[in-house]
């Protein structure tokens, strides 16, 4: 099962908006939307900030939003903070019922 | 908040095996809830290796099938892996998580594992 594919970076300038990609085949993105997202800070644990494509825990700030197309899904951060700079990754539930994740993502504030 | 914490030893040789256990909060991996095992070889991206269900039903990712087993001991709030014919390629941060309906809500801190002799 090869990994997702995410742009390796993306930036944006504060209070801006920035969409991150991830794009897979019809055996796992197109297949189920068993999509999630998380945000990596160095050296720390992943942090689920999105589910079920675009469904967001509890605590998570609503400037992050998720989609879906066909086999690609989609991360939004509205209004960039500098906080949100990290490394952001999706992952997905497969048809042979294992679990593939994304190439990860570097979000850079400017 | 439900915690998980991998332990395990620091440093493993090739051809050895690896046992880590993840504890979690007592009481938190209940009907419906998975323990995972997901991993990060330094500079790389994340894979899931398997998970272990409240009940000890396996799922494995292909790719370790024939060297990975994992288990779950509920009486000490634990559940573990164990990964054999080590290689350096296996030296990653492991992490142990917990999910249910296919989504990870919890996370351990993760834990470096060197393969070196």
């Known amino acids: 099962q090869s990994a997702l594919t995410q742009p390796a970076s993306v930036s944006g300038s504060p209070g801006q908006s920035i969409t991150i990609s991830c794009t897979g085949t019809s055996s796992d993105v197109g297949r189920y939307n068993f999509v999630s997202w998380f945000q990596q800070q160095p050296g720390k644990a992943p942090q689920l900030i999105i589910f079920d494509v675009n469904k967001r825990p509890s605590g998570v700030s609503n400037r992050f939003s998720g989609s879906k197309s066909g086999n690609t899904a989609s991360l939004t951060i509205s209004g960039l903070q500098a906080e949100d700079e990290a490394d952001y990754r999706c992952s997905s539930y497969t048809n042979i019922r294992t679990y593939v994740f994304g190439t990860e993502t570097k979000v850079t504030v400017l | 908040q439900v915690q998980l914490q991998e332990s395990g030893p620091g440093l493993v040789v090739p051809s050895g095996t690896l046992s880590l256990t993840c504890t979690f909060s007592?009481?938190?991996?209940?009907?419906?809830?998975?323990g995972s095992w997901v991993r990060q070889p330094p500079g790389r991206g994340l894979e899931w290796i398997g998970e272990?269900?409240?009940?000890?039903?396996?799922n494995y990712n292909p790719s370790f099938m024939s060297r990975v087993t994992m288990s779950m001991d509920q009486s000490k709030s634990q559940f573990s892996l164990t990964l054999s014919q080590l290689t350096a390629a296996d030296t990653a941060v492991y992490y142990c998580?917990?999910?249910?309906?296919?989504?990870?809500?919890?996370w351990g801190q993760g834990t470096l594992v060197p393969v070196s002799s």
């Open positions: 998580a917990r999910g249910r309906d296919y989504v990870w809500w919890n």
């Open positions: 007592a009481g938190s991996m209940t009907e419906h809830y998975w």
């Open positions: 272990v269900s409240h009940s000890g039903t396996t």
